[in-house]
C-alpha cells in the first residue's frame, strides 16, 4: 500500500512549487500543519507535527508559534502541545454548519419575517462584528436600512451582537470585552452597559435587544442558538424600522415568535443531524 505523503508535502505537489514563482511555500507548509492534525485527535506536540509534515522540527515551531498568535492553533502550556484553535474550526466548522443550518431554517427565517413584517437574518461572529449569513425580508416590512447576505454590524451595540455575547463562554466574552474598550474608550461606558443588560435580559426574557441603541431609527431583538458543542455560535435577529414596531411590540408580540422560531430551528437541526 503506498504512503500518504506529508500534508504539506501533498500541498507542494498540487502545483509545481519550484517553477511557479507565485507559489507561496511557508503558507503550504502552514496549511500542512493544520491538515496535520486528523479526525479524533485534539493535541500534538512540535515533533510529532515535525515528523507528519516531513519538516524540520525548528521549522514546525515558528510554524505553530505563528498559527497561535493568528487563533489558528491553540497552545496547551500543560503539556506543551497543541489544538486547533476556534478560527482554523470556524474555517470548515462555519462554512459546514451555515449549509446544514440554511435548509433547516430557511423556510422558518422567511415565515417569521412575513408574519412580523420585519427583516430576519441569522448571524455568525467574525472579529469585533456580526457578519450576516442568511437574510430574510418581509415585502411589507418598512426598513430604513436594507441589509443582506455578508453584510457586517457592530458587535457591541446591535441585538444580533449582544446575543453573541450574551451566551458566549466567559472567558472568550471578557477578552473580546478587553478589545472592544480598547478600540473606542470613550463609546465603551455605554457599550458595556447594553451587554450586561443583554445577560440579565437573555436569563430573564430569553431575548436580547438593541432599540435604537445600534442606529436611532432601528429596534431589534435576537436569540442565540444552541446547536450543538463544536459548532459556532449562530444568533437569530428580527429588526424593524422603530416607528413601526416599537419596544413594546417588540416584547410583547415578536419575541414569543423569534423564541419558538429559535427553538424550531434547533430541533430540526438535530433532527437533520
Not at 12 to 19: I, L, S
Not at 178 to 186: K, S, T, V
Not at 197 to 205: E, K, T, V, W, Y
Not at 252 to 257: F, I, K, L
Request: with cysteine; charged share 20%; aromatic share 4%.
Amino acid at each position: 500500500m503506498p504512503t500518504r505523503p506529508p500534508p504539506g508535502a501533498a500541498l507542494e505537489r498540487t502545483v509545481n512549487a519550484k517553477a511557479d514563482r507565485h507559489f507561496v511555500t511557508a503558507l503550504a507548509r502552514g496549511l500542512g500543519v493544520l491538515l496535520a492534525f486528523k479526525s479524533g485527535e485534539e493535541r500534538l506536540s512540535n515533533q510529532e507535527l515535525a515528523t507528519r509534515c516531513a519538516l524540520p522540527k525548528s521549522t514546525v515551531t515558528r510554524l505553530t508559534y505563528t498559527l497561535t498568535k493568528l487563533e489558528f492553533l491553540h497552545h496547551l502550556p500543560d503539556s506543551g502541545r497543541y489544538r486547533l484553535g476556534l478560527k482554523a474550526l470556524g474555517l470548515a466548522g462555519t462554512t459546514l454548519s451555515r449549509l446544514d443550518v440554511k435548509d433547516a431554517s430557511s423556510a422558518l427565517l422567511q415565515q417569521l419575517a412575513d408574519d412580523t413584517q420585519s427583516m430576519v437574518s441569522l448571524a455568525i461572529r467574525d472579529e469585533l462584528s456580526m457578519l450576516y449569513i442568511e437574510n430574510c425580508h418581509s415585502r411589507s416590512a418598512v426598513l430604513t436600512l436594507r441589509l443582506g447576505v455578508g453584510s457586517r454590524v457592530p458587535l457591541a451595540s446591535s441585538a444580533v451582537g449582544r446575543g453573541w455575547l450574551a451566551a458566549a463562554p466567559a472567558a472568550l466574552r471578557e477578552a473580546l470585552e478587553e478589545r472592544l474598550q480598547a478600540a473606542d474608550p470613550h463609546a465603551w461606558p455605554k457599550a458595556r452597559r447594553g451587554i450586561r443588560q443583554a445577560i440579565a435580559d437573555l436569563a430573564a426574557h430569553g431575548c436580547v435587544t438593541s432599540f435604537g441603541d445600534w442606529r436611532p431609527e432601528i429596534n431589534g431583538i435576537a436569540v442565540p442558538l444552541a446547536l450543538g458543542p463544536g459548532l459556532p455560535l449562530m444568533v437569530v435577529n428580527v429588526g424593524a424600522a422603530a416607528h413601526v414596531i416599537p419596544a413594546e411590540a417588540f416584547m410583547a408580540q415578536v419575541r414569543p415568535r423569534l423564541i419558538a422560531t429559535a427553538r424550531s430551528i434547533e430541533a430540526r437541526y438535530r433532527a437533520a443531524g
